[in-house]
């Protein structure tokens, strides 16, 4: 490779001049939705940063506080939600913000107000900081019916009303990926530039993949569908090749590698956690959304994934997500499941 020509490359397409191309598309855009995004991105870059550093800071450790969801927070998941709650209100674009670290939803100021909602994880996987894992940010935009008397009703909707969907991941490189409602593409942060540059193009996963994710700790409290998916995935009933196995704990990570490798994902009921562990809002429907969008699926165990109507703001969900033939085999198993009366 010539590096010399590849560092003085201009025909970098940037995550800015990627919406601002997508927003040409559309003559009653006003630019909303690229200044909502480009402060997303500012805040992607900013907990980046602070991930990098997280050790040499001293950000890595608890910080004495309980989040909503009875998990003792992290210094970064602190640091990680105010940046992005002070990035989406200072955009003057949002209307009302939902974080996983927040037990309530945010309403912003009307002195700054707009007409999107946001839905975020800001640092999901961040149990794994300190073993170096790949960690990231999870988010989900809708549109308010009226930004000036924006409810709880404008949030608590089916994920198939998201505008958009997305996720950062931090890891060995910094991978931004979106969808608007037409595809997915993937930038990574080039640090010499400080820009985000698309590096995978119209991500599409693959049809039938030969990896499943999930962890097999909890496998003793498994419905039957679940436990005859991965069994036969161990032990393949036609005498095919084995799937392999790979789950990293953090599911920004294993969702990036099944968009890119194809497979599934899986956080399903259990006795444990009969309405699973995954928070539909911002965790479900962002990641649903995407994998879409790439050309897979997300089932719930019971219905499309994005079907879903949320009761509450942080209510959760099973979800099994990924390539489109590995999906429709676990529907398969529910639906005989279900006419066996099991």
């Avoid at 540059?197 to 693959?206: D, G, Q, R």
């Avoid at 562990?277 to 995407?290: A, G, I, N, Q």
């Amino acid at each position: 490779m010539d590096h010399a020509a590849e560092t003085n490359r201009t025909d970098l397409m940037t995550i800015t001049r990627f919406v601002l191309n997508e927003q040409s598309k559309h003559s009653e855009s006003r630019g909303d939705f690229t200044i909502l995004l480009s402060n997303i991105v500012l805040g992607c870059k900013f907990v980046c940063s602070a991930v990098n550093k997280a050790g040499l800071a001293k950000l890595i450790g608890l910080a004495g506080e309980t989040n909503v969801q009875g998990e003792e927070q992290k210094k970064l998941d602190v640091l990680s939600n105010e940046v992005f709650v002070k990035a989406l209100v200072s955009s003057g674009r949002t209307c009302l913000l939902v974080s996983e670290e927040v037990e309530e939803a945010i309403f912003v100021p009307p002195s700054q107000h707009g007409k999107y909602i946001v839905v975020f994880d800001p640092l999901d996987g961040s149990s794994n900081i300190d073993c170096g894992v790949s960690i990231g940010t999870i988010f989900g935009i809708y549109m308010a019916k009226d930004k000036d008397n924006a409810t709880l009703d404008d949030v608590l909707q089916p994920g198939n009303k998201m505008l958009a969907a997305g996720y950062c991941m931090y890891g060995s490189s910094c991978t931004f990926v979106i969808s608007t409602g037409n595809g997915v593409n993937g930038f990574t942060l080039d640090p010499s530039l400080g820009e985000f540059i698309l590096t995978h193009p119209n991500i599409k996963v693959p049809r039938k993949g030969k990896i499943y994710s999930v962890n097999e700790g909890n496998a003793k409290n498994w419905d039957e569908p679940t436990t005859k998916y991965v069994e036969n995935c161990k032990f393949p009933e036609d005498g095919s090749t084995p799937k392999s196995l790979r789950y990293i704990g953090s599911m920004v990570a294993d969702i990036h590698r099944t968009l890119l490798y194809g497979g599934m994902f899986m956080y399903p009921a259990d006795l444990k956690s009969p309405n699973g562990k995954l928070r539909v809002l911002y965790e479900v429907f962002p990641m649903s959304y995407l994998m879409e969008q790439a050309g897979g699926q997300a089932f719930t165990g019971k219905e499309r994934a994005l079907d879903l109507v949320p009761n509450r703001i942080h209510d959760r969900s099973p979800v099994f997500l990924g390539s489109y033939d590995e999906v429709e085999h676990i529907k398969e198993l529910y639906a005989a499941c279900k006419s066996n009366g099991a």
